[in-house]
């Protein structure tokens, strides 16, 4: 990640990224895989999926490190997934848009409201001291 980046930053760039792996490992074989078998469908999406891991993994550690609460990174990511999912089912998909995925967003925002009030303010922690507490846990 780019130095001087802050946690919350850091933590959200690798969280969207992660989505879009997972998002494609879960639904774009009912796409582009449809007429394989499902083991075919489960053995690509694994390995999709490992890319995906291999960005959540440290996108947690180092929001959690930051200060970031297990809670508070879930709704984090439940929020990524609604901004990544939506696109991805209209563009590559090709399902229509509905009005339930902006109730479904609305219902998040008060999710986030509820999960970050305590601590609306980002945690005071630099954006270097996350990578070192990743380093000193290997």
């Not at 930053?9 to 998002?23: D, P, Y």
């Not at 959690?64 to 990511?77: F, N, P, R, T, V």
């Not at 009005?99 to 999710?111: N, P, S, V």
């Amino acid at each position: 990640m780019p130095v001087g980046l802050p946690v919350i930053g850091q933590t959200t760039l690798l969280l969207i990224a992660s989505n879009v792996f997972m998002t494609f490992a879960w639904y774009g074989h009912l796409r582009s895989l449809n007429n394989k078998a499902w083991v075919i469908a489960a053995l690509v999406s694994w390995g999709i999926a490992l890319f995906e891991y291999l960005l959540q993994v440290p996108a947690n550690r180092i929001g959690h490190a930051g200060g970031y609460s297990i809670g508070q990174l879930k709704i984090m990511q439940e929020v990524i997934t609604l901004g990544v999912f939506v696109p991805f089912s209209v563009w590559f998909m090709r399902e229509p848009l509905k009005l339930d995925f902006l109730w479904a967003a609305l219902c998040m925002l008060g999710a986030v409201y509820f999960v970050f009030r305590g601590d609306l303010a980002s945690p005071t922690q630099s954006a270097s001291e996350p990578a070192a507490a990743l380093r000193a846990h290997d």
